[in-house]
């Protein structure tokens, strides 16, 4: 894959992420989904709620998600097309929620992850792992993971924070469910690590 053109379009409103004294945290239960215990114990339940994407279904409407969310609602008023939450997850210093509509129904969904200090390259890539690890747990293993490197001569056998500070590297990987596809992509984007997973439902 080429380089330039493999970076995931970013949500850039999201971008930077503050930090919020307290985050609710959500336990999901619905009929015919389940969360194991191995998974809640890894802190994993945000990423891993049930239903397509978060607590909803594609196609729902705003409406519909907003009556089901129940983490803080960080939505700027007068917002179109997206609904924004923060969310908790073990060992990932800032996490927000977005879903995105069109035409009024959930079309596509993201998690953005930024570490304590966003010039933190080290911590940016140790968080790629960690969330990379919670959602292999849920998904298995991925069914694709690259290393993509602007300057292959300069490729090593581990990537280290200098080469997302370098902007010379790019890391992904993809799970796909029965309903969604997951794209998960560590790259550096306007000055800072940009770390994101990008849900989109399967195409039948």
Known sequence: MNYCNSLIKPFSLL???TATAKVA???ANHSGHFVSIFLLSMGLSSLSLANDFGVADWGMSIEE???LETRPNLTPFG???YL???V??????HSRLIYQFEDGVLTEGRFLFQP?????FNRALEQYYTVRSFISAQYGQPYSDETLYKKPAMASSQVT??????????LKTAWRSESSSLQHQLAWYKNQPHHQIHYRPVTP
Request: zero cysteines.
């Open 15 to 17: 971008l930077p992420l």
């Open 25 to 27: 945290k959500r336990l």
């Open 65 to 67: 998600v907003k009556a």
């Open 79 to 81: 917002a179109d097309g």
């Open 84 to 86: 924004i939450f923060s």
């Open 88 to 93: 908790a997850i073990k060992g990932i210093d």
């Open 116 to 120: 304590m200090n966003k010039g933190d």
């Open 161 to 170: 924070g200098e080469d997302l500070a370098a902007d010379n590297v790019i």
